[in-house]
């Protein structure tokens, strides 16, 4: 297991298109360990591959306080959306940033799990943004994009500023 490297907004590899994963093999999960050690480190409740660099459809999600109900999505597919509800966002990708993007409340998502096994997933609430965020990471989106374009070039000044200072 290893801690990977988590690519900070605005690096354009976060606006990569993932392509789908052909077949779930070791590599595959692997990967996922490694993804999930490093959400659980960060700490994080969703952690999509574009994040630490590998263009693939997987995301991970665990959104319990005691870091043991690991969600595996692979070729995620978005089968039914409804409602509509509003949340304060964070991203590991964007560190101390979090805003409030408005998103569906209750989703239906098709995907294959850690063993290739395909499964289908209703959720609302907090999962249901979660699902939705990562999903927008592997189109190559990071939520600070719903902002206005004044509040988007604010948060990568702040980034900017804090990278410097971290030097
Ligand atoms: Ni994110």
Redesign the pocket.
């Given at each position: 297991m290893a801690l990977l490297n988590i690519l900070h907004y605005p690096d354009e590899r976060l606006h990569k298109i993932a392509k789908p994963v052909i077949e779930v093999t070791e590599k595959t999960r692997s990967l996922i360990k490694d993804m999930a050690e490093t959400m659980y480190a960060a700490p994080?409740v969703?952690?999509?591959a574009t994040?630490v660099n590998v263009h693939e459809q997987i995301f991970i999600a665990d959104i319990s306080e005691e870091h043991n109900q690991l969600q595996v999505f692979i070729n995620p597919k978005l089968i039914s959306s409804s409602g509509e509800e509003e949340c304060e966002?964070?991203?590991?990708?964007?560190p101390g940033v979090y805003e409030t993007v408005k998103r569906c409340e209750r989703i239906i998502v098709e995907a294959l799990d850690k063993n290739g096994k395909p499964f289908r997933l209703e959720a609302d609430g907090f999962l249901a943004v979660c699902i939705q965020?990562?999903m927008?990471?592997l189109k190559g989106k990071?939520?600070v994009e719903y902002l206005s374009s004044l509040k988007q070039s604010r948060i990568r000044a702040k980034i900017k500023k804090r990278q410097r200072e971290t030097l």
């Amino acid at each position: 297991m290893a801690l990977l490297n988590i690519l900070h907004y605005p690096d354009e590899r976060l606006h990569k298109i993932a392509k789908p994963v052909i077949e779930v093999t070791e590599k595959t999960r692997s990967l996922i360990k490694d993804m999930a050690e490093t959400m659980y480190a960060a700490p994080g409740v969703g952690l999509a591959a574009t994040q630490v660099n590998v263009h693939e459809q997987i995301f991970i999600a665990d959104i319990s306080e005691e870091h043991n109900q690991l969600q595996v999505f692979i070729n995620p597919k978005l089968i039914s959306s409804s409602g509509e509800e509003e949340c304060e966002e964070g991203c590991l990708s964007v560190p101390g940033v979090y805003e409030t993007v408005k998103r569906c409340e209750r989703i239906i998502v098709e995907a294959l799990d850690k063993n290739g096994k395909p499964f289908r997933l209703e959720a609302d609430g907090f999962l249901a943004v979660c699902i939705q965020h990562e999903m927008d990471h592997l189109k190559g989106k990071v939520f600070v994009e719903y902002l206005s374009s004044l509040k988007q070039s604010r948060i990568r000044a702040k980034i900017k500023k804090r990278q410097r200072e971290t030097l």
